[in-house]
């Protein structure tokens, strides 16, 4: 079965920090894009950072960049997001997805991913 699962939520302080993980399993493709999206109560899912796994290059959101890092470890397809000086404008639900087209460009566009992860919950304290 070709799936995304999310790990690493939960609560943290203003200024501190989380890592989420994103495990792919059943993937058979060699290239592929893994992004990072996060949902806020009554807003719109947002784009916020992506990895190619053949080229490793990353992208950020301007609201996360400087503070936020993707990282991958390809051979055992898990993904990344650091996240460090985080602040209660980061309370959200975060998931993950994987984008399977050949794409030269980044893309934070949610039309552009085709399987997503269940979501884990990111609650940043004042």
């Known amino acids: 079965e070709v799936q995304l699962v999310e790990s690493g939520g939960g609560l943290a302080q203003a200024g501190g920090s989380l890592r989420l993980s994103c495990a792919a399993s059943g993937f058979t493709f060699d290239e592929y894009h893994i992004g990072w999206f996060r949902q806020a109560p009554g807003k719109e899912r947002e784009g916020i950072s992506q990895i190619s796994s053949k080229w490793g290059q990353p992208y950020y959101a301007d609201s996360v960049k400087g503070r936020f890092t993707i990282s991958s470890d390809t051979a055992k397809k898990t993904f990344y997001l650091h996240m460090n000086s985080q602040t209660p404008d980061d309370t959200a639900v975060y998931s993950c997805?994987?984008?399977?087209?050949?794409?030269?460009?980044?893309?934070?566009?949610?039309?552009?991913?085709?399987?997503w992860g269940q979501g884990t919950q990111v609650t940043v304290s004042p």
């Open positions: 997805a994987a984008d399977f087209t050949s794409r030269r460009s980044a893309s934070l566009s949610v039309n552009d991913y085709a399987l």
